[in-house]
């Protein structure tokens, strides 16, 4: 089976890409959503968090997020902290999914920073890179409600986290997102063909 994971500067759609390959009966693990279930749901992490960012970053459903990002922004070693106590369990939900018995050729994981999580990385085959300008990924930002100063602060603060050399070793396709639907999908078809 092939493990595949599927990155990509924020607002560059590769949700999008996830939501594709869900309709077409892939198995994909949203990485983000599967860190906010740990964030919930792990008495293990949810102490680490309290430990390091204090009761207040704990909400009952998960954690404060404005709080944290206000901190991981702010103070890169807060970012960096972040990560070794989050990336640890994430690692372990990932193993997971790719061990589950079902006959299937291949499956997906879909996460924001790989380059930030080498353990992960390392069990994947392929990394897909959807791409997409700049200006059309500050757009999508804006209009999902942030301001324009908060999406330029996010876009830089990940500049070149998905450059294809951050990945040695490992197969690399691009699916560029400008905005054309039947485009990408076509895109995403051509990779899937050429895998199955």
């Not at 430990?51 to 922004?73: C, H, K, M, Q, Y």
């Not at 990336?87 to 939900?93: F, K, S, V």
């Not at 390392?122 to 791409?131: A, F, G, P, S, T």
């Not at 396709?173 to 995403?188: A, S, W, Y």
Request: net charge neutral; proline share 3%.
């Amino acid at each position: 089976m092939l493990k595949i994971g599927i990155t990509g500067s924020i607002g560059a759609g590769k949700s999008f890409i996830g939501r594709l390959l869900r309709t077409r009966n892939f198995l994909v693990l949203d990485a983000d959503r599967k860190i906010h279930e740990l964030y919930r749901d792990s008495a293990g992490l949810r102490a680490e968090m309290a430990s390091f960012f204090g009761e207040e970053s704990l909400t009952p459903t998960g954690v404060n997020s404005a709080l944290i990002a206000d901190r991981v922004f702010a103070d890169a070693n807060a970012r960096v902290k972040l990560e070794q106590i989050v990336y640890p369990y994430l690692n372990r939900a990932v193993a997971d999914f790719f061990a589950e018995k079902v006959a299937d050729k291949c499956r997906f994981v879909e996460a924001a920073l790989f380059s930030r999580a080498p353990e992960l990385v390392k069990m994947l085959d392929e990394i897909w890179i959807v791409d997409a300008p700049e200006n059309v990924r500050l757009k999508r930002l804006v209009d999902r409600g942030l301001s324009e100063s908060d999406a330029r602060r996010r876009i830089e603060n990940q500049r070149g986290a998905c450059a294809p050399e951050l990945f040695p070793g490992k197969r690399i396709r691009t699916i560029m997102n400008d905005g054309d639907k039947i485009h990408v999908e076509r895109q995403l078809d051509e990779l899937l063909n050429d895998l199955l």
